[in-house]
Nanobody, 124 residues
Framework: VQLQASGGGLVQAGGSLRLSCGAS????????MGWFRQAPGKEREFVAA????????YYADSVKGRFTISRDNAKNTVYLQMNSLKPEDTAVYYC??????????????????WGQGTLVTVSS
């Protein structure tokens, strides 16, 4: 499945952004979805994930309480609402998808399809 992430931009510390992830020509309703990020010089890291039904969500400790992952299967879109942003949240954010059973793994290898990434820059 081809994914497109959008919504990145420049925001001041303490601000908010909402990222969106959609797919062209394919429904996302049967996929478990995740968000990852990669800062310059660092490895890609898990941010959040949501089961295909939306009934289960998972968060990295670094974003828990600030970020919320959600999905609207009718709109074929997954969201990442990011509040209280910090400069250390600056990264390229990627959405990812995996079908079938999802264990809640934080590993990027658990996801088979990836979008192109959207840049989030948080200024201090």
């Amino acid at each position: 499945v081809q994914l497109q992430a959008s919504g990145g931009g420049l925001v001041q510390a303490g601000g908010s952004l909402r990222l969106s992830c959609g797919a062209s020509g394919r429904t996302l309703s049967s996929y478990n979805m995740g968000w990852f990020r990669q800062a310059p010089g660092k490895e890609r890291e898990f941010v959040a994930a949501i089961s295909w039904s939306g009934g289960r969500t998972y968060y990295a400790d670094s974003v828990k309480g600030r970020f919320t992952i959600s999905r609207d299967n009718a709109k074929n879109t997954v969201y990442l609402q990011m509040n209280s942003l910090k400069p250390e949240d600056t990264a390229v954010y990627y959405c990812a998808a995996v079908g079938g059973y999802y264990s809640g793994s934080y590993s990027a290898f658990a996801f088979g399809s990836w979008g192109q990434g959207t840049l989030v820059t948080v200024s201090s």
